[in-house]
């Protein structure tokens, strides 16, 4: 197996030691031994009188698949949306809907949202932004032969009409609790997305703080300041994305003044080394996503509920949690993620117990009958195959731990590793048996589950199938008492997590790390970089 500057692991003994000390990279020494986000005087004392840096540079882990925020399925595209488009609402800190393209709302019947637009907001090539372009946006978001990836999000919404260039009216076909979490998607230009979408996708166009001027594909993206911001120019004239796929590279490269900031995902190696260099700042807080194994259920053996129950009981999460990530994500249990306000921690999963794990296997037909240490059933050996991407050595870790563990369980277990491309297409076309991946922004319970495990989405990809969780999933949706959703919800994890349509992981953090010569950044539980509008670099 290829691996990207990642040491082979080859016993938890070993695997311990690589997440604390991470593989050899040469980088800038520094002899700073005081602690992380203690302030330095970068500017030599000229206090105001600094000199500022006219781009700022971020480093991120894997390229934007496409520019298009309806089409975006990938957290780089994530990144470039939240600089280059706008939403009607942007979501605070707190998960609140805030005023973006749109000034207010209200809301005059359970079916109906009246949206009131802002005036006087360009497009970057010009070009007023009216309601012809949210209905625009919603309309092909919609069209089921443009294939939008989360484009179930947003199927209770029967039609979005003009009421006039600053006003645009949401018709729903149900009560739709999620609604205004989800309006943050960012709105296009009808007269270029419509004209050629394919071009569109690669040369996005919108009414946020910056430009995208270039992309040079698995390298870097450029922007530049839109000078006509509704919101006021961004503080910093140029920012680029450089395209890092390795963690510690990606770091060094922050410790060599390369790029100015980087953010989750990180090796837990890295985040102390930087912790323990004082011209760096951490943050670390509570992310909105989590890491699981996702279970193919059309594949044979893993279509038996007690097999996926027994490789539940082989999955160390405490240790995987405190040894291969070093405690910056938590052990998890369900799809509920303890920032949400339906998580329930009564809802454990599954506990590591290989014994009770031999036993499902054994009850499921799973014996060791030629006695060569492998389980089999009817001549066939109990084979799976766990995968992942490339670009995070934490996962890859993970994965080469669990087939460590699986094969003392009589397991033959082998690990698949590719690039991010190649591993989300197999996803989606259900090449796979067991893969390690995660989902992020998960604002509302909806977001973390309904396109997951209702039966019919593109997004479940092990293709689970429930007819009472569908039920359940659209209940969730009708509803407006967060009470009763939180009830719901909770129905829905202890039967998705019983019946191991998902196994989580991990709960995960987010951590943010820059240069003291960085001010104004402030950290989103989201991940959002929308805030780089804000941020100023002294020289």
């Known amino acids: 197996m290829k691996k990207k500057g990642l040491c082979a692991l080859v016993s938890i003994a070993f695997l311990v030691t690589a997440a604390m000390t991470g593989c050899s990279y040469k980088a800038p020494e520094n002899s700073s031994s005081s602690q992380a986000g203690t302030p330095q005087t970068a500017t030599e004392g000229q206090g105001e009188q600094a000199v500022k840096s006219d781009e700022l540079k971020i480093g991120l882990d894997v390229d934007a698949g496409t520019m298009d925020p309806r089409l975006s399925r990938d957290t780089t595209a994530a990144r470039v949306t939240d600089l280059v488009f706008d939403g009607l609402i942007r979501l605070s800190d707190k998960m609140e809907a805030l005023p973006s ?18 005036k006087g907001v360009t497009f970057h090539d010009g070009t007023p932004f009216t309601a012809q372009d949210v209905k625009f946006t919603y309309d092909s978001l919609l069209d089921p032969s443009f294939k939008a990836p989360y484009a179930k999000l947003y199927a209770p919404i029967a039609s979005v009409d003009v009421i006039d260039e600053s006003t645009v009216k949401f018709t729903l076909k149900q009560p739709y609790g999620p609604l205004l979490s989800y309006l943050d998607l960012g709105i296009v230009p009808k007269h270029l997305a419509e004209k050629d979408p394919q071009a569109f996708s690669f040369n996005p166009v919108g009414t946020g703080p910056y430009k995208m001027v270039k992309w ?9 300041a839109n000078d006509q911001y509704w919101g006021g120019p961004a503080k910093t004239k140029k920012l680029t994305y450089f395209i890092i796929p390795d963690n510690t590279t990606r770091v060094s490269a922050l410790e060599a003044g390369d790029v100015d900031l980087v953010h989750s995902p990180l090796s837990p190696q890295d985040i102390t080394k930087i912790k323990n260099n004082n011209n760096f700042t951490v943050i670390e807080t509570e992310g909105l996503g989590f890491t699981y194994l996702n279970y193919n259920t059309t594949n044979p053996i893993l279509s038996d509920v007690k097999v996926r129950q027994a490789f539940a009981h082989l999955v160390d999460k405490k240790l ?6 070093a405690g910056m994500d938590k052990p998890g249990q369900t799809p509920l993620i303890p920032p949400s306000w339906a998580y329930d921690p009564s809802i454990t999963g599954f506990s590591y117990d290989p014994v009770e794990a031999k036993r499902l296997f054994d009850e499921a037909g799973w014996k060791d009958t030629n006695s060569d240490g492998f389980l089999d059933k009817d001549g066939q050996k109990l084979t799976v195959t766990l995968s992942t991407h490339t670009e995070d050595p934490n996962r890859i870790q993970t994965v080469e731990f669990l087939q460590n563990e699986f094969a003392k369980a009589g397991v033959d277990a082998k690990v698949s590793t590719t690039e991010w491309p190649t591993f989300s297409a197999n996803m989606m076309s259900q090449k796979f048996d067991i893969a390690l991946l995660g989902w992020l922004s998960l604002v509302d319970p909806d977001r973390a589950m309904y396109g997951q495990f209702q039966s019919q989405s593109e997004n479940n990809y092990g293709k689970y199938n429930n007819p009472k969780v569908d039920e359940l999933l659209d209940k969730g949706r009708a509803s407006l008492d967060q009470a009763e959703r939180a009830k719901i919800y909770q129905e829905i994890a ?25 001010t ?10 929308y805030n780089l509008k804000d941020v100023e670099v002294n020289k």
Do not use: C
Request: no cysteine; charged share 25%; glycine share 4%.
């Open 101 to 118: 393209l749109a000034e207010k709302w209200e809301n005059p019947d359970p079916t109906t949202w009246v949206f009131t637009l802002r």
């Open 216 to 224: 040079d594909k698995n390298s870097k993206i450029a922007f530049e």
């Open 520 to 529: 104004g950044f402030k950290e989103h539980p989201k991940g959002s970089l």
């Open 494 to 518: 202890k039967t998705v997590t019983e019946e191991v349509a998902y196994d989580v992981v991990l709960y995960q953090g987010y951590i943010a790390m820059y240069s003291n010569k960085l």
């Open 320 to 325: 995987i949690s405190e040894s291969l990530y």
